[in-house]
């Protein structure tokens, strides 16, 4: 999860990122990384903000499908930065390749987005701030807020919604997205986790009896490293239910290396990631 190891980690990556290149160079590769090509065939695309009432308030969240036709509908949890312009434009890509994708304010409860300016790092400041945010999205809360996020998606024009649903999630987004599949096994049938933390815990293994879904675990070698037993005990939870899991570490990378505007972020095993989460869908959710 986005934790002190982590993130000091990543401040010795752009210590040496900026010593070795310059921070003009720097800069430009982050740049550059915050621009997300489209697929070849991209639908034209619908989007706007909405409004989702749960049984604990209205979640302000960011909703976008290709413009014609119904197709299947996919819940994303951002990392603990929140729903901000780097995640609209993932929705926006994920959404081209034929999805109704509703990106959430996780933290709804406490604030609304966006809730960080660009360049915002996890320092203490900002760790005492989001502390109170991240208590109030208990377990409990989490799924409580998935099935009322799937009823939603359900209820939507674009949604074809006998096809299954999926659900991606980020660093702490991870772990709700085994909370979304647990919620409703009935309807998600996928599940991608990038960089997510406390995957591995006793309470998230024991959720995987509760699953019916196709996975996808996408490992930063960093977080690997401190935890490196952490797969092992999730392929066994995986194999023991059935659950098709792709589990992979990949190489080089560092917590936080799949949104564009991470200052780890890492093009091309982001692209990796990107077209393991298609291949994921397509199979899933056909």
């Known amino acids: 999860m986005c934790d002190e190891l982590t993130a000091a980690d990543n401040v010795e990556h752009l210590t040496a990122l900026m010593t070795r290149r310059g921070f003009g160079a720097a800069t430009a590769a982050l740049g550059v990384a915050a621009l997300l090509p489209s697929p070849a065939d991209a639908a034209p695309l ?4 909405v409004s989702i009432k749960t ?5 302000d969240a960011y909703f976008v499908a290709p413009a014609v036709g119904k197709h299947p509908g996919v819940v994303v949890w951002p990392d603990i930065f929140g729903l901000r312009p780097a995640f609209r434009k993932m929705a ?3 959404a081209q390749s034929g999805y109704a994708v509703l990106t959430v304010n996780q933290f709804y409860r ?21 502390k109170p945010w991240r208590e109030a999205l208990s377990p409990d809360a989490a799924t409580r807020d998935a099935k009322a996020f799937i009823a939603w998606l359900d209820a939507q024009a674009q949604v074809d919604s006998k096809r299954g649903i999926g659900s991606t999630g980020y660093c702490m987004g991870g772990p709700l997205v085994m909370l979304t599949a647990a919620a409703s096994p009935a309807r998600v049938r996928a599940g991608a986790t990038f960089h997510g933390g406390g995957l591995a815990t ?16 996408a490992i930063a070698e960093n977080d690997d490293a401190r935890a490196p037993a952490d797969k092992a005990k999730l392929r066994a939870a995986f194999d023991a239910s059935h659950q098709p899991a792709e589990i992979e570490v990949y190489k080089g990378t560092k917590h ?7 200052p780890v972020y890492d093009q091309a095993q982001a692209e990796h990631a990107w077209a393991r989460l298609l291949a994921l869908f397509g199979k899933a959710l056909a």
């Open 256 to 262: 936080g290396w799949c949104p564009p505007d991470s």
């Open 92 to 94: 926006d890509r994920l």
């Open 55 to 59: 049984p604990e308030g209205s979640c």
């Open 202 to 217: 006793d309470a998230m293994l024991g959720l995987i009896p509760k699953m019916k879904a196709r996975w996808l675990i």
């Open 110 to 130: 406490s604030t609304k987005a966006p809730f960080v300016s660009q360049g915002q790092g996890f320092d203490d400041a900002f760790q005492a701030r989001v």
């Open 46 to 49: 619908r989007g706007r903000d």
